[in-house]
Each structure stands twice: as C-alpha cells, then as structure tokens.
C-alpha cells in the first residue's frame, strides 16, 4: 500500500492532453512544496520530470506541467506522444519523521 | 556528463549481508545530496536512504532502518550501501540517485539484489 495513491491506469489519444492525480494528505502533499514527478519506460532508470510541484528540470519538454490543490498533485502531459508511454510515478516530502513518500505509479498507454 | 554506476548486487540468502558501491562521475559529488531507491520486481519505486553532502546527516525508511547503513567517501566519489539482515523483501533493483525528496536528478542503471534460500 503507497502512502501516496494514483490511479493504476490512464490513456490518451496523440495529440490530446491526459492529466495523473497524485492524492496524498495535509502530512506530505498538502503540507509541503516538495512534490516530484518521475518518468520511467520499461526496463530504463527513472526521469526527473517535475520538481518542486511545477518547476521542469532543463530538456524536459513544456508539454509537462506539475500542480497542486490541497492534497491532490496533478501532472498534465499535452500533446500526447508515442514516447510519453510509460509510467508516471510522484513523491512527496512527508516531514522529518516519514520524510519521503511514493505513489504506486501510473502506466500511461498512449493509444 | 553525470554518470553512476552501481556494483555488488547479487544472489544472497535470508539473514545474509551484501554491500552495494555506486561511483560517480561527471558532477561535484561531495556538494550532493546521494540516495539510494529500489523497485521490486513489477512494482514501484521505494526510497531506501538518503545522506547529506557531508555524510553527516542520514535518513532511512522505516523499512530498512537497523538494518541498512549508508555511507559515503567524497575523496573516491563513491556512495556505499551495507545491507544486513537481509530479507526476501528486500530483492529488488537498487537505484544509486543524485538528490534526495527535493529532486532525484540522476540515476545509475541499477544493480539487482535477490534473497532467496
């Protein structure tokens, strides 16, 4: 059971924008400025899409953008292409006890 | 450019002991903040430990805590993880990370470590 709860699945059209929910409570997402967003395709390491609730490291495409809504983080991919396939994990902060947690994951199916 | 690359996973029996190295190269290695993660087969993405740039400061998920001791020597820009005690949920890939909750922002390929009798 991840502390952080995504939906196991998600899809889109090429083209189309396709938004992952990223649900958390007031002890890591809500409390705190620190959501990260990670882009890994199979067999490959992870990729640092999204800092800091919305900040993109350079070379990652501004088709990714990160946000937050009390303790709901959201990543939104525009422009779906075939690349983006893969899974999305977010992380939190959870304060100096927990310190650092992870959702289960989104796998993306660009259709 | 970055570059980590982990060594020492391998096959080990429950209650064994493996210790993971990671050299990198590429960044300023004693500024950063180093992590090690690790994803189960099929599953998702765990953070084991984390160390300030210093090695002064460490932290551990609960998961791994009294038995996992991270440690690193900015003199051979090298990151070290010593598992002990290990268990069969421990196997997994370990991922060597540059940063930490802020921003992982580079990873090594990863090294697997299985634990089976």
């Known amino acids: 059971q991840s502390a952080l709860t995504q939906p196991p699945s998600a899809s889109g059209s090429p083209g189309q924008s396709v938004t992952l929910s990223c649900s958390g409570t007031s002890s890591d997402v809500g409390g705190h400025d620190y959501v990260a967003w990670y882009q890994q395709h199979p067999g490959k390491a992870p990729k640092l899409i999204i800092y800091e609730v919305t900040k993109r490291p350079s070379g990652v495409p501004d088709r990714f953008s990160g946000s937050k809504s009390a303790n709901t983080a959201s990543l939104t991919v525009s422009g779906l292409q075939a690349e983006d396939e893969a899974d999305y994990y977010c992380t939190s902060y959870a304060g100096r006890e927990t310190r650092w947690v992870f959702g289960g994951g989104t796998k993306l199916t660009v259709l | 450019q970055v570059h980590l690359e982990e060594s020492g996973g391998g096959l080990v029996k429950p209650g064994g002991s493996l210790r993971l190295s990671c050299a990198a190269s590429g960044f300023p290695f004693s500024d950063s903040y180093m992590s090690w993660l690790r994803q189960a087969p099929g599953k998702g993405l765990e953070w084991v430990s984390y160390?300030?740039?210093?090695?002064?400061?460490?932290y551990y998920a609960d998961s791994v805590k009294g038995r996992f001791t991270i440690s690193r020597d900015n003199a051979k820009n090298s990151l070290y993880l010593q598992m002990n005690s290990l268990r069969s949920e421990d196997t997994a890939v370990y991922y060597c990370a540059r940063g930490d909750y802020i921003a992982v922002t580079a990873w090594g390929q990863g090294t697997l470590v299985s634990v089976s009798s």
């Open positions: 160390t300030s740039s210093s090695g002064s400061a460490k």
